[in-house]
């Protein structure tokens, strides 16, 4: 039986000696061959020479893919997929923040509970910053409050997979791609282990807080329509509170007579009002955006090289 372990790189020259250090460990007391899908995202630093010595050390056993520039990781997780030959496959990231040794024991859990995947998930976010963690909690939290799909807070993309999950998820392809919520929404047998945070080996992380905040938004949009209708809520609500307040007013000047006076608090509402509109415009263009991507049916990535026994 075959493993994939597809490791998406990312500048990441520093971390994969340590990366390889660690699985040649594990290879010996894993019962399974293993095969490596390494996909050079773009890399601006040494990686993709890395890969090739690897490759051509390896004999057939190390295989790289080059992106043509950064597609960023969930491209880079497509590809790996794509490409993988094992009956199993596994996702880790380069910098052994997923660490290799718990392959063992997910692969056991896996075969003693026959199921078709194993994650993983982070118990603790020790070393994060405090508002990324904050952030991450509140993603997690909405996520699983608003989407149809179901997330495991802190869940990792390491985990295992069987050949028949992969195809399931293989079969998902569209452009805008949030792996952590495909994988759930593919259903399967899935079980989840907790292990402690482990701070990155070599090099520094790639995501700015602003990208995990694209991200985490891209999560909610790829995954519920809620937020249109909230827009949707929000203005009917308005729109029948306004039709009260209309009322109000002309019962009002009809009894009373008319004092031209109150003119802040009609700019006020005319600024409410045009913000809500703008908001819930904003909300929509985020859909529209998403189709656009979608319908233009670019490729998720472009290879520029890869290794010669896996055009
Ligand atoms: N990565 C990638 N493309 C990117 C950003 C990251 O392939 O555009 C890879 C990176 O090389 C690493 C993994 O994704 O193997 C996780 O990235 P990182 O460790 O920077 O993220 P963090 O662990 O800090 O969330
Ligand atoms: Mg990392």
Redesign the pocket.
């Given at each position: 039986m075959l493993l994939s372990v597809i490791?998406?790189?990312?500048?990441?020259e520093k971390?994969l000696p340590y990366f390889f250090a660690e699985m040649a460990k594990i290879e010996e007391v894993l019962p399974l061959d293993v095969e490596y899908i390494l996909?050079d995202?773009?890399s601006t630093d040494k990686t993709l020479k890395l890969m090739k010595e690897l490759s051509v050390k390896s004999g057939g056993k190390v295989h790289y893919f080059s992106f043509s520039r950064?597609?960023?990781?969930e491209a880079?997780i497509y590809a790996g997929l794509q490409n993988a030959k094992g009956d199993y496959v596994t996702l880790?990231?380069?910098?052994l923040?997923d660490p290799p040794q718990l392959l063992v024991e997910m692969y056991d859990l896996l075969v003693a509970h026959d199921l078709d995947s194993v994650a993983t998930r982070r118990k603790n976010r020790a070393g994060e910053p405090k508002l990324r963690s904050l952030f991450a909690r509140l993603f997690y939290y909405l996520m699983n409050k608003i989407g149809e799909t179901e997330l495991v807070s802190g869940v990792r993309?390491f985990r295992l997979m069987t050949r028949q999950m992969v195809d399931a998820v293989l079969q998902i392809t569209e452009y805008n791609r949030f792996s952590k919520g495909i994988f759930s929404w593919v259903g399967f047998k899935t079980e989840y282990i907790a292990y402690e945070n482990v701070a990155?080996v070599a090099?520094?992380?790639?995501?700015s807080f602003w990208q995990?905040l694209k991200y985490s938004m891209d999560g909610i949009v790829n995954f519920s329509d809620l937020p249109l209708n909230i827009a949707s809520f929000v203005g009917a609500l308005s729109c029948f509170g306004s039709g009260i307040a209309l009322i109000f007013i002309v019962v009002r000047a009809l009894l009373f007579g008319d004092p031209t006076s109150g003119w802040p608090s009609m700019v006020s509402i005319f600024l409410f009002v045009g913000g809500l509109q703008l908001l819930c415009l904003g909300i929509i263009g985020k859909y529209i955006g998403k189709i656009f991507l979608e319908t233009k049916k670019r490729p998720h990535y472009l290879v520029k090289e890869s290794d010669k026994n896996r055009p």
């Open positions: 490791v998406p790189c990312f500048n990441e971390s996909i995202d773009g950064n597609f960023g990781k880079a880790m990231d380069a910098d923040q993309d990155r090099g520094k992380t790639s995501w995990l």
